[in-house]
Nanobody, 122 residues
Framework: QGQLVESGGGLVQTGGSLRLSCTAS????????MGWFRQAPGKEREFVVA???????FYADSAKGRFTISRDNANTTVYLQMNRLKFEDTAVYYCAARPGSINVRADEYPDWGQGTQVTVSS
């Protein structure tokens, strides 16, 4: 358990790439499943992808083939590489952690970052 901080968001052209980072001090989430969610204006928060401590992954259909999740050797940083971005990817992206297996429900993740804005030009 620890506070999470996202970074790497910004403005990008359609078809471009961004890499988001989620960081916590020490190894606070070394045993956690880490997830990325996003929330666009007027829409509910939705699951994007998650990764377990054993490096198992599960991607939402919207992310398959374009996004890649990874975590560093010390388990202090989780990344979301986003390629071939679309206008529909525009949202605030949140990093979240839970002490268990992969889950697509936002309310199953007790720890959250403050979010980072991703804007894809139309």
């Amino acid at each position: 358990q620890g506070q999470l901080v996202e970074s790497g968001g910004g403005l990008v052209q359609t078809g471009g790439s961004l890499r988001l980072s989620c960081t916590a001090s020490g190894r606070a989430f070394s045993g956690y499943t880490m997830g990325w969610f996003r929330q666009a204006p007027g829409k509910e928060r939705e699951f994007v992808v998650a990764i377990t401590r054993g490096l198992g992954t599960f991607y939402a259909d919207s992310a398959k083939g374009r996004f890649t999740i990874s975590r560093d050797n010390a388990n202090t940083t989780v990344y979301l590489q986003m390629n071939r971005l679309k206008f529909e990817d525009t949202a605030v992206y949140y990093c979240a952690a839970r002490p268990g297996s992969i889950n697509v429900r936002a309310d199953e993740y007790p720890d959250w970052g403050q979010g980072t804005q991703v804007t894809v030009s139309s």
